[in-house]
């Protein structure tokens, strides 16, 4: 059975940094790509940044040179660094076992982290 435990997360001022590990459990988590997510109450979750199993990286515009996607297989653990934090920022982030298939990045159903909340403030 796939498990995805994430940690970290909390209350961070503006220009602040965070990280958030996500360890996987369950399955061969060097060989999936992996994904992290966020949802602000009334929108739909996003993929923010994605990571092959090639080690190369994919991130959505607005967290470009501000977040970072890793990975550590020894530990089976994915990472998202955050700094630069801003106030829109404050979401619930989601890791994610899933594949690419050419250059989109798909969740693999059932294969998600249980949520953490970060709250960026002025």
């Known amino acids: 059975q796939v498990q995805l435990v994430q940690s970290g997360g909390g209350l961070v001022q503006a220009g602040g940094s965070l990280r958030l590990p996500c360890a996987g459990f369950g399955f061969t988590f060097s060989r999936n790509d992996m994904g992290w997510y966020r949802q602000v109450p009334g929108e739909q979750r996003e993929l923010i940044a994605a990571l092959r199993t090639s080690g190369a990286t994919e991130y959505k515009d607005f967290v470009k040179g501000r977040f970072a996607i890793s990975r550590d297989n020894a530990k089976n653990t994915v990472y998202l660094q955050m700094n630069s934090l801003r106030p829109d920022d404050t979401a619930v982030y989601y890791c994610?076992?899933?594949?690419?298939?050419?250059?989109?990045?798909?969740?693999?159903?059932?294969?998600w982290g249980q949520g953490t909340q970060v709250t960026v403030s002025l």
């Open positions: 994610n076992a899933g594949h690419f298939r050419g250059s989109y990045y798909y969740p693999d159903a059932g294969s």
